[in-house]
Nanobody, 122 residues
Framework: QVQLVESGGGSVQSGGSLRLSCAAS??????????MGWFRQPPGKEREPVAS???????RYVDPVKGRFTISRDNAKSTLYLEMNSLNAEDTAMYYC??????????????WGQGTQVTVSS
């Protein structure tokens, strides 16, 4: 089992940028085998996927964030990142880091962090 701790959230004006981090309590070897992902839950809505990156480092994004967000991982530090640019009000949400074993499907993520709040003001 892996524990995840997010950081880097905050308040930013529309058009601004933030970088989220997620530290995992796993060895480099174990961490490298997880598919890692970011999800978000906007106010009053259900949690939704944002991006994932598999054990080979191949990223995947949902359409609303393509071209604006970049997911990356540093296996040596057991850390996941999400670089967010050109933020807008629709990006306001609690952002969660998650980990999955064996597959990278959105439904396979079983380990979750506590979340970090991102608020974008216009």
């Amino acid at each position: 089992q892996v524990q995840l701790v997010e950081s880097g959230g905050g308040s930013v004006q529309s058009g601004g940028s933030l970088r989220l981090s997620c530290a995992a309590s796993a060895s480099e070897y174990s961490y490298s085998r997880y598919c890692m992902g970011w999800f978000r839950q906007p106010p009053g809505k259900e949690r939704e996927p944002v991006a994932s990156i598999d054990s080979r480092g191949i990223p995947r994004y949902v359409d609303p964030v393509k071209g604006r967000f970049t997911i990356s991982r540093d296996n040596a530090k057991s850390t996941l990142y999400l670089e967010m640019n050109s933020l807008n009000a629709e990006d306001t949400a609690m952002y969660y880091c998650a980990a999955a074993q064996w597959t990278c499907s959105w439904r396979s993520f079983a380990y979750w962090g506590q979340g970090t709040q991102v608020t974008v003001s216009s």
